[in-house]
């Protein structure tokens, strides 16, 4: 008690002299001998005074949730928290998991359930949510003075969504911790084989839809035509309608035909590069694991070519096998 009065009149005395940062620490270590509501009060406004308004804010929120405090004190200590607040950042933490370690910047701050808010300098954090068999959640945030920052986080959805991915990898002929790469194939191989077969599975299904679509508008078409007649859209006036009829259907129909070309021409590059993607990563491998006693070549690898003339385009694959 006596080493705490005499924190307190240090802190007092270097306060009033304006030597905030010496009060500051002389009530931080008055508040670790005494902790009462009166020295934490002193502390929090040093700090405000300091220029700690991270410390500030916690301790103010903490003098607020004293009960017996006096209603003017209660009211000084809610005008200087929201100073406080609008110097720092503010994270509210909601975890579905009690007992969920709050670690920020490699530091172990709380734990879950926060009685409030939880205030960060302003600037980039890591934010890391973990609890014994749980999936940790990490995430980056930027924290801006005077905004708060909802992190919301659920370990046991990150759990289930842990159950599924295992059960993937099982169906997927892999074991707990081993990719697909380790069987042979990689992430963005798989990416890629995937959308280039869809590009070819699209094209595919466009050019057949649209086949479909320019035969109908040409078969509409010559029935409007055998329906006009010899005269077809001559100068009477009870035909116009049946001949806008007939101009439309032509338009359509060669639309038609012009969106199945490119499909058509979509599916072969699709389906070419799936082709030669496929045999680029059968020669990676082979190369990376040549057999015993086999001489390696000086080039491998799989060379595409486009020739172009007046009937089309021809794509070709060459390479060694």
């Known amino acids: 008690m006596k080493k705490a009065r005499e924190l307190w009149y240090r802190g007092v005395d270097a306060f009033r002299n304006g030597r905030y940062e010496e009060a500051r620490q002389a009530f931080a270590e008055c508040y670790a001998l ?67 370690t709050l670690n920020i910047d490699g530091v ?38 005077g905004v708060a920052i909802p992190v919301n986080v659920s370990l046991e959805e990150l759990r289930r969504e842990q159950e599924r991915d295992l059960q993937a990898a099982s169906l997927m002929g892999t074991r707990e911790g081993e990719t697909p790469r380790d069987r042979g194939i990689g992430t963005a191989a798989t990416i890629t084989l995937v959308s ?10 466009g050019g057949l839809y649209f086949t479909s679509s320019a035969n109908e ?39 038609a035909r012009r969106y199945a070309t490119a499909s058509f021409i979509g599916l072969g590059v699709g389906a070419a590069a799936t082709l030669g993607y496929a045999l680029y990563l059968l020669l990676e491998e082979d190369e990376a694991a040549p057999k015993a006693g086999a001489r390696r070549p000086e080039a491998r690898g799989v060379m595409p070519a486009i020739e172009l003339g007046s009937g089309g385009a021809t794509l070709h694959l060459q390479g060694q096998f």
């Open 108 to 145: 172990a701050v709380a734990r879950t359930p926060l009685d409030g808010p939880w205030y960060i300098e302003p600037g980039q954090h890591e934010i890391v949510i973990s609890k014994a068999d749980y999936p940790r959640d990490a995430r980056e945030i930027y924290a801006l003075a």
């Open 34 to 100: 005494m902790p009462k509501s009166d020295v934490l009060r002193n502390l929090s406004i040093s700090e405000l005074q300091s220029g700690h308004y991270v410390d500030a804010a916690r301790h103010l929120t903490l003098l607020l949730s004293s009960t017996d405090l006096p209603e003017n004190v209660r009211e000084e200590a809610t005008r200087r928290l929201q100073q406080a607040e609008a110097q720092v950042g503010k994270l509210n933490v909601n975890v579905d998991v009690p007992g969920a």
């Open 196 to 205: 280039t077969g869809t590009v070819a599975v699209l094209g595919l299904i």
């Open 217 to 255: 508008h040409e078969d509409n078409a010559e029935a409007l035509t055998a329906l006009l007649g010899p005269s077809g859209c001559g100068a009477s006036t009870q035909l116009r309608g049946d001949c806008q009829q007939l101009w439309d259907e032509q338009v359509d129909g060669r639309n």
